[in-house]
């Protein structure tokens, strides 16, 4: 048996070798679709990765409400969360239901998150000394409390957050692509802008994050944190889209998450339209959604599969036809129909499993290069590693096996008889 293999391997390999420029771009075909998957795969495991670690960082005692549409399965609540047009429309959290979660014993400290797009302006000097408005269109406002930083795990660069202490002027908190913006400069506190008619001063400036997506869906480098008590005075139609709680223990998420559940049904009168969440359940909807996006690009990824296998079923046939006398000679000597079919087919699979190889190697590379430019580190895993295998052996089988089945079946007399 081992030898039949060697044989196979050796015919196979000086196949391979007299057509090397169509061996490499059959190759090429499978490389392109392995790598995309690869890559697809890579990222959706760093980025799922990066969320857990994030909530694991925070902690196991954060629990999360959330507005929910009540859909029956996790994919109609992504793809609710995908066609609806502004979500926080829909939300019927308020700031009751915060105080509700807030007098419950087991419960250390609340946080509601309002996320809408502002128009902000400042002040700006010229060169000269002149002054002139500056104004930063539809940036990221995030309205919540005092609590919010010690919950989110936030740190300050400068400054001090803000307080339950009213002043003249509302205090915020700025990221800093966001002071660079609005102040042109990396130094904000202290400085004034105006949004709604009403004046905030920045009072401190987050620390810088490498990690842009989290499970309160804000990139924090480039928002502006303000008082939410201060806020609902001057827009009565603020809608809160999340509220963050930090529990006292982590021994009872699941019956704290029921009493919430509990506690939030009586206040809307047996309205259930909210989940609340603990424990890797808040990457939801940020996990699935890029898991739903994931999917699809896969299966683009997967079309380019099936072209390079393709490719594959019609070098072989090619090979087929050029080896017709060969094929011939080896049933005259005594080779079997089978050994004619493996040997073809064992010729597909070095072809397609180098394809993905050559693949996976592309795929990481890509990966790695987009690491640079991102916060997505290559995600490597050995489940990523056997699909790799398990994908580039299915489409060397499934593609080979009609060419090597024609060859198979070939009549030898009819075989000898062929000139090239």
Do not use: W
């Amino acid at each position: 048996m081992s030898l039949l293999l060697k044989t196979h391997y050796r015919l196979a390999y000086d196949s391979i070798s007299q057509n090397r420029t169509r061996s490499f771009l059959t190759c090429l075909g499978i490389s392109i679709g392995v790598a995309a998957i690869i890559l697809i795969l890579s990222l959706m495991g760093s980025i799922n990765r990066l969320i857990s670690n994030q909530v694991k960082n925070v902690g196991t005692d954060l629990l999360v409400v959330r507005p929910s549409t009540a859909k029956t399965s996790e994919l109609d609540n992504i793809v609710e969360e995908l066609t609806a047009t502004n979500q926080y429309m829909r939300s019927n959290l308020t700031l009751k239901d915060v105080d509700t979660i807030q007098k419950l014993d087991e419960v250390a400290a609340v946080a509601p998150i309002a996320r809408f797009a502002a128009n902000l302006t400042t002040e700006r000097q010229n060169d000269d000394g002149t002054s002139y408005s500056h104004t930063v269109e539809s940036a990221s406002v995030v309205a919540t409390s005092t609590n919010f930083l010690q919950i989110q795990g936030l740190t300050l660069h400068s400054g001090t957050f803000f307080s339950e202490s009213h002043t003249d002027l509302i205090p915020a908190v700025i990221g800093k692509g966001l002071s660079l913006s609005l102040f042109g400069s990396s130094t904000p506190v202290s400085k004034v802008f105006s949004y709604l008619g009403q004046r905030f001063i920045v009072v401190g400036m987050l620390a810088e994050t490498e990690d842009p997506i989290n499970f309160s869906s804000v990139d924090f480098e480039n928002s502006v944190l303000i008082p939410i008590d201060r806020l609902v005075e001057t827009d009565n139609t603020l809608q809160i889209q999340q509220i963050n709680i930090r529990a006292k223990t982590t021994g009872n998420l699941e019956e704290l998450s029921n009493k919430i559940s509990n506690e939030l049904t009586r206040n809307k009168s047996g309205d259930t339209n909210f989940s609340v969440l603990y424990g890797e359940q808040i990457t939801h909807p940020a996990g699935g959604l890029f898991q739903v996006v994931s999917s699809m690009l896969a299966l683009v990824a997967g079309v380019s599969l099936i072209v390079g296998g393709i490719g594959v079923m019609n070098i072989m046939l090619v090979s087929v036809a050029e080896r017709t006398r060969e094929i011939g000679i080896r049933k005259a000597v005594g080779a079997t129909s089978s050994h004619i079919l493996c040997q073809f087919l064992f010729e597909s699979l070095i072809l397609s499993s180098l394809g993905g190889l050559f693949g996976l190697i592309l795929g990481y590379i890509i990966a790695f290069l987009v690491s640079i430019v991102t916060p997505f580190a290559p995600y490597i895993d050995i489940n990523i590693l056997g699909i790799t295998l398990l994908t580039s052996v299915s489409i060397g089988l499934i593609f080979g096996i009609y060419p090597a089945a024609k060859a198979a079946h070939k009549n030898p007399i009819e075989s000898l008889r062929y000139y090239r």
